[in-house]
């Protein structure tokens, strides 16, 4: 194939201007060309039309099949390396050709890994659970909290429950407080692959390893746990949406007094979601739920199991506190310095040094406060040789004082 550098027309037109005196840098402008096309077409005469140049190099169609398998084989997606191994074959393509060969195999592969088919549960069957985290102002300081939601596949009642980390304990108290505001367990929950959920993957069966304490929980409760594919995290569109309206919806630009006040403005704000007119089922999650769902629900289970029960250690800092979760809870004085053993339970902070336990407090989950036992300071106070002075130090007021502005400590 052929193609002539410039149009018959407009070389005539060039060579008509040029007569009636024009120079070429306003011939080029006038007729859209060049200046040195210009200068070369009247330079060369009738020699300048005769010259062709080649048409873009093309594959052929069994050379096109190669360059798609080579693209989704050893090239792993990069048409660099796919033109490599062409040349290696001695099929020799300008990149950017073989660019635009592959652009339509590229765009349907594509559009099939996007593609999702909707996975409608039955009622009962599946909870799909996940985290989500933003900052949030409480008590005046800008603090990170982390939001688990759960949905219920079926009639898309939400559960949110706020803390102040992601570990697994939190994974599980989110859990718990889901099937318990719902009223029953479903038969299955699907995670996402995150850390404290899944070590590993088991290429024999390819799939998820559940971290053992976590599927040791789910038994308890009498839930299978499921793991969406690597990468595909929309397999539980539900929870991710859910996710999503939780931050645009339910806390966008608030600010809360106490992480309590937080806690009670999610509480409202489930009973109003529960109410709305849901996008998919266009009905209001309440009524699906207490028309289908409610009596496919396992029972929970009887007693109540314990939630969370994980052991740190801490070491005792010089002011007689150790650190858990933001918050910081007494220890004897004795014990400044010593690294220590704690257990956090779903209502209590215990305190072990080796087998001996040291300081029980009851569990806290307003952010940056400070649980005290003052009997954990006795020793450390001196009293002001007037107790009557007006710059008598803080550090000789009654541990009362302390206590009555913290809450008081078990």
Not at 193 to 205: E, F, K, P, W
Not at 229 to 242: H, M
Not at 367 to 393: C, T
């Amino acid at each position: 194939m052929v193609v002539p550098m410039l149009d018959p027309e407009v070389v005539s037109r060039i060579r008509l201007l040029r007569r009636m005196g024009w120079g070429t840098k306003r011939i080029a402008r006038e007729v859209g060309a060049a200046r040195n096309s210009v200068r070369r077409y009247l330079r060369e005469g009738d020699a300048a039309e005769r010259q062709v140049r080649p048409g873009a190099r093309t594959l052929d169609a069994d050379q096109e099949a190669a360059a798609r398998a080579l693209l989704d084989g050893p090239a792993e997606g990069n048409a660099v390396v796919v033109r490599r191994l062409l040349a290696e074959r001695e099929v020799v393509v300008p990149l950017r050709t073989l660019q635009r060969t592959l652009a339509p195999h590229r765009q349907a592969k594509r559009a099939t890994e996007l593609a999702t088919v909707r996975f409608e549960t039955a009622p009962g069957h599946q909870t799909q659970i996940d985290f989500g985290e933003k900052w949030v102002e409480i008590a005046g300081v800008r603090t990170r909290v982390f939001f688990f939601v759960g949905v219920l596949g079926y009639s898309r009642r939400i559960f949110v429950r706020a803390s102040l980390s992601q570990r697994q304990d939190d994974w599980r108290e989110g859990l718990a407080g889901a099937f318990q505001r719902f009223g029953g367990v479903t038969q299955r929950i699907l995670i996402d692959r995150a850390g404290a959920l899944v070590v590993g993957h088991d290429r024999d069966t390819n799939t998820a390893r559940v971290h053992p304490a976590f599927a040791a929980f789910c038994r308890d409760w009498g839930v299978e746990v499921s793991a969406c594919r690597p990468y595909r995290a929309r397999t539980k569109g539900k929870t991710e949406s859910g996710v999503g309206y939780v931050k645009r919806n339910a806390i966008a630009g608030l600010a809360f007094a106490s992480f309590a006040e937080l806690d009670a403005h999610l509480a409202r704000w489930m009973v109003e979601a529960d109410r709305r007119i849901h996008g998919t089922t266009h009905e209001q999650p309440i009524v699906r739920f207490e028309r289908d769902e409610r009596g496919a629900l396992r029972p929970l289970p009887s007693p109540t199991l314990r939630v969370r029960e994980r052991r740190v250690s801490r070491r005792v800092a010089t002011d007689c506190f150790v650190d858990v979760e933001t918050v910081r809870y007494s220890v004897p004085h004795a014990f400044v310095r010593r690294t220590v053993d704690v257990l956090v339970g779903d209502d209590e902070v215990v305190v072990f040094d080796g087998r001996i336990e040291i300081a029980r407090h009851r569990r806290v989950r307003e952010p940056h406060q400070r649980v005290v036992n003052p009997r954990h300071l006795d020793g450390l106070y001196r009293a002001h040789d007037d107790d009557e002075s007006p710059s008598r130090s803080p550090l000789t007021r009654s541990l009362d004082v302390y206590a009555d502005a913290i809450g008081g400590a078990s």
